[in-house]
């Protein structure tokens, strides 16, 4: 559930900072409240997790650690690539919007090591549609619609890692039913 809670957030984070023009002013705030109710509902269920793991009532699963050394490698090259990468951009004079661009695709292309350190294949999903959304921005701006790279790359990026992060959250606090000695979901999630 901590990966879940850092999606919500920077889900969160990514559809607040970029919700704003073009689109219409109703539709930023509608935007912006429906992502903080997202984050804030994870952190809920964080916190309700918490609460099942130490009453026993959530089933049983093997402790992970959350931060290997491949995860801190993982993070240390993603901010090194986002720094450097927003400063080449500057310097050679891209706008200011592309920024987030440039942000989707090194947070999406930052999963892949993620998910070999972790031996988690689910990551590179996020890996491969924040990095396509990325990419979009990229060519929305080549397209001259500037304005739209925010909302292509940043709002729809934070909104699909909100919907991916609330998804996961709910499934993990569904109770397991034993059956033929197996623990299953017990809904359709």
Not at 13 to 40: H, K, Q, S, W, Y
Not at 58 to 79: D, L
Not at 94 to 109: D, I, K, R, T
Not at 120 to 140: I, M, T
């Amino acid at each position: 559930m901590n990966g879940m809670l850092v999606g919500a957030v920077f889900g969160a984070v990514f559809v607040v900072v970029n919700a704003g023009e073009p689109l219409d002013p109703a539709v930023v705030t509608v935007l912006r409240i429906a992502a903080i109710a997202a984050a804030a509902s994870v952190l809920v269920m964080w916190f309700l997790a918490v609460r099942q793991a130490r009453t026993g009532a959530a089933p049983s699963q093997p402790r992970r650690t959350f931060f290997t050394k491949g995860y801190w490698w993982a993070v240390i090259a993603e901010v090194i690539l986002l720094i450097g990468g927003i400063r080449v951009l500057g310097a050679m004079g891209v706008p200011a919007e592309v920024n987030v661009a440039w942000v989707a695709l090194v947070v999406g292309l930052h999963f892949v090591p993620i998910a070999i350190s972790w031996k988690e294949p689910r990551l590179y999903v996020p890996a491969a549609v924040l990095s396509l959304l990325g990419v979009a921005g990229f060519a929305v701006a080549a397209l001259g619609a500037v304005a739209w790279v925010p909302v292509v790359s940043g709002v729809l990026s934070g909104v699909i890692m909100l919907a991916a992060t609330v998804g996961v959250s709910v499934r993990g606090l569904r109770p397991a039913v034993v059956t033929s000695g197996e623990a299953r979901s017990s809904g359709p999630l």
